[in-house]
């Protein structure tokens, strides 16, 4: 049986860092109800005298001066975010604007029972204040650079206040992959289709019925792209075409997927069919159901199809003309790796996620988020992706743009953390780029001369319900700051 991670922390090696973490964990904190961490760290920064400043985006900066005799050492930052990706397994019921997580120890991970754990980005605060108050650490002048609002668009990062950083050398927590430091990432846009409905009412014949697809993995839209999992969105739109073929088919209503940088895992779809087609949509059902279990029998292997009678109470349908070019403008959208890079081998440099879809009483909006290293490769797939809707009658929005943070290969910080990290740490490290995006291409922009990477512990399946972080390499990570904090 699992213990709760209250009831573990005393058998860890590093009670601090974990004590801070669960303290993390029950503080709800989704982009946009960042006020309780906010005041958390204040109380940290108050109890320790540290200096601290909150800008009028909601950042939090905190200052902690040197270990005596270390007073000549540069001034380094550590850099996270506050908030987290909230996303709940089907039927599970938390609320994320009160309730804390239920967080658990299975092995060396820990993991949060039926939502996204919040790793992403909790332990790179923890690691942060686990450093900071430590008195036996040993470090020079420290800076820690917290943002709002990550997960949503980059906004605290855009909105950091410069006057407030001093320092020049940034190390961003938010990675994923122990062992690896990254030097740049990928910038992105956000894409929004609108659908203004059409709808009649439903005429005798027809019956209704529900399409639902879940199952699926899910993960991170950056970071997970490149392991081809299925999306939920893409699937559903899939099986209604392939239903629209032997039957008529109309529309009623689509929802799925949550957040713009997570791979949908869970798509719902009402529709109706001609009763004398019944036989031939539940055949066709049954057979791409079959080819889609073999299709993505290793990247989800729990894909799972419903297809269920269900009783229309409300009548009202999309005209048969919009419900067509819908599903079809769902089936053939965008979503995955467009691209590899040509310049950092193994890395994505161009993709789509196709985000969510949603159905509301006069409208259907569906969200996708697009990336790439390249800017004018980032606008070419928004592009078309908006021309695909488009050309089924939506009106597409492009918004939240964000700059790539272009690899420099002559960082010296990451050449010494390369150092550091092989000496003390036995094992060898990589320095490449990421398809995630990261704050420090922005906070760059806005800080002249600002040298940044980006390290972080072992975690999995970020951004979804099976997210889980690594305690030994977590550890690990926080014996290496130790250590990089007094070689620069």
Known sequence: MNKTLKEAISQLNNKSLWTYFYHLTQIPRESGNEEGIRNYLISVAKENNFEYAVDKTGNVIIKVKATKGYENLPLLAFQGHMDMVCVKDEGVEHNFDTDPLNVVVDGDWIKAVGTTLGADNGIAIALILDLFTDKEA????????????????????????????????????????????????????ETRAIFNLTKESLKDG????????????????????????ANAITLNARILDAISIVSTTYLQSIEGGTKRNVIPSYCKSTIAIASNNLKEAAEAVEKLTKELKKEYADSDPALNVSFKLVKLTNRKVISLQQSSTIIKSLFTSLHGVER???????????????????????????????RSSLSSMRDMVARRWCANF???????????????????????LAQLAKEIW??????????????????????????????????????KDIHSTLERLSISSSERLSHFIRKFCVAL
Not at 212 to 226: K, M, N, Q, R, Y
Not at 390 to 398: H, V, Y
Request: charged share 20%; aromatic share 4%; net charge negative.
């Open 138 to 189: 040993v470090h020079g002048p420290l800076e820690a650079i917290i943002t709002v609002s990550e997960e949503t668009g980059l906004e605290g990062a855009f909105g950091l206040d410069p006057t407030l950083v001093d320092s020049r050398l940034m190390v961003n927590l938010d990675s994923d992959t122990e062992g690896v430091i990254y030097i740049g990432c990928a910038g992105g846009v």
């Open 206 to 229: 027809f019956n209704g019925f529900e399409l639902i697809v879940d199952g699926l993995l899910g993960g991170h839209s950056g970071a997970e792209i490149h392991k081809q999992r």
């Open 340 to 370: 590899m890079s040509e310049t950092i081998e193994g890395v994505v440099e161009t993709s789509t996620n196709l985000a969510s879809v949603k159905t509301g009483d006069k409208q259907i909006e569906v969200v996708a988020s697009h």
């Open 390 to 412: 488009e050309l089924a009658g939506s009106k597409t929005i492009s918004e939240n743009g964000y700059p790539a943070w272009t690899p420099n290969l002559d960082s010296h």
């Open 422 to 459: 092989e000496k003390e740490m036995d094992s060898s490290v990589e320095i490449t780029a990421i398809h995630a995006g990261l704050e420090c291409g922005i906070i760059n922009s806005l800080i002249e001369g600002m040298d940044s990477i980006s390290i972080g512990p072992n975690m």
